[in-house]
């Protein structure tokens, strides 16, 4: 079988034991702004399906549990669905062979997976198979300051580096997926970001332009 990721990134998630819990009103301000502008860009509603690619520990998976009534995530690490908050949405599976057929879900999510991957368009054309009506991608702005020196120091998250509006767009469209709109936003970063300063990154994120992530939107191939 491919690998998903290489062997030094396998090791770090089967052996990583901080995540922050998928519940924490942090993690909800990183969250559910961003899902908030998929589900307009992609017109979701609660009876819509979201499966979310390289879930994690579910907390992208949680926070759109509590948007669409039917969310399935895929996670290669056993230790981080162990881990999880909500690990009977999870089940393990590779991004490079989603084992769903064509058109299973009306969406399909990927956050902050792409720049740990070695084939990031392989998988991107995969989510493009299962998707009925789009496709959600998140990932980190390298041309952020904070986000870029993360990735300096991060040999986990050094593929960060490589991620503008522009390369993620590129990415997309050599899968053959048509882009609808790419935005940049957040000023709360997913597992680093105190509680304390939360409601000052929220200021930021209404008046300020740019931001830590890149939020693109899809459709799958005709």
Request: charged share 20%; hydrophobic share 40%.
């Amino acid at each position: 079988m491919d690998r998903w990721v290489n062997a030094n990134q396998q090791a770090h998630w089967d052996q990583r034991t901080f995540y922050r819990d998928a519940k924490d009103p942090a993690a909800e301000a990183f969250t559910a702004p961003k899902l908030e502008w998929f589900c307009e860009r992609l017109g979701l509603d609660r009876d819509s399906t979201v499966l979310d690619v390289g879930a994690g520990t579910g907390m992208f998976t949680y926070w759109w549990s509590q948007r669409v009534d039917h969310v399935t995530g895929l996670e290669l690490s056993e230790n981080m669905i162990a881990r999880s908050a909500v690990p009977e949405l999870l089940q393990v599976g590779n991004a490079y062979e989603i084992p769903f057929p064509d058109d299973s879900f009306d969406v399909v999510f990927a956050g902050n997976l792409l720049h740990h991957l070695e084939r990031p368009v392989d998988a991107l054309r995969e989510m493009g198979r299962v998707a009925r009506r789009g496709v959600a991608i998140c990932e980190p702005n390298r041309n952020h300051p904070p986000m870029a020196a993360f990735g300096v120091v991060s040999s986990v998250c050094r593929g960060l580096l490589h991620y503008s509006r522009h390369t993620l767009s590129g990415l997309a469209t050599e899968a053959g997926l048509n882009v609808k709109t790419v935005r940049l936003h957040g000023y709360i970063y997913e597992n680093r970001s105190p509680r304390a300063s939360i409601p000052v990154a929220k200021r930021l994120e209404a008046t300020l332009p740019g931001g830590a992530y890149i939020l693109l939107a899809a459709t799958p191939p005709a």
